[in-house]
């Protein structure tokens, strides 16, 4: 602290390994990516930081697992942290994981996703206009996916649902929000 008791940003230096520890072991307990405030609340039981001092420190914490050739890296995504395994490690990690079935995305299910995306929020009659077939069936799977979710009403006739992506949706893509999609040509 200064002479007028103020704290400078040095003042818990010899702190910060303890919490690059506790971030550490935040986002080894949890694999959802972990908001930046959840962890800051957390942090802060030890040693109070600003935002931008926690933010360098998980910045850091990036850095050292790229320099020390880590299997794991730290990622934002989904408006949060999340640890993932290295790229160059999947083809051990699919060997893992070989008879486990994975679902993935029907061409229509993409198509519907993608113009939910990019569109939202949309009723499904609007969707439908787009693709020029029914997707009720389509909209329904990827709500128990949720990928999809309703966020409202439409002010129209029949007040039709509104839909928008989720945090889900953002994960599965690896994407940290709705500015990270490719734009469209």
Request: aromatic residues 8%.
């Amino acid at each position: 602290m200064d002479e007028h008791g103020i704290e400078s940003d040095n003042d818990h230096l010899d702190k910060y390994p303890e919490i690059k520890r506790i971030i550490e072991a935040i986002l080894f307990a949890t694999n959802t990516p972990t908001p930046l405030s959840k962890i800051r609340e957390i942090t802060d039981a030890y040693c109070p930081l600003k935002p931008r001092q926690l933010k360098t420190l998980i910045e850091e914490l990036q850095m050292a697992y790229v320099t020390e050739r880590r299997a794991f890296r730290l990622e934002e995504v989904a408006l949060g942290y999340i640890l993932r395994t290295s790229e160059v490690y999947s083809p051990y990690i699919e060997l893992m994981h070989r008879n486990k079935r994975t679902e993935k995305l029907s061409p229509a299910a993409s198509e519907v996703l993608a113009i939910i995306a990019y569109k939202n929020p949309i009723t499904r009659s609007q969707i439908e206009a787009i693709r020029g077939v029914d997707c009720s069936g389509t909209i329904y799977g990827l709500l128990e996916r949720a990928l999809i979710e309703p966020v409202g009403k439409l002010e129209a006739p029949g007040r039709p649902t509104l839909y928008s992506i989720t945090k889900d949706f953002l994960l599965y893509f690896g994407l940290r929000d709705t500015k990270d999609l490719p734009a469209l040509l």
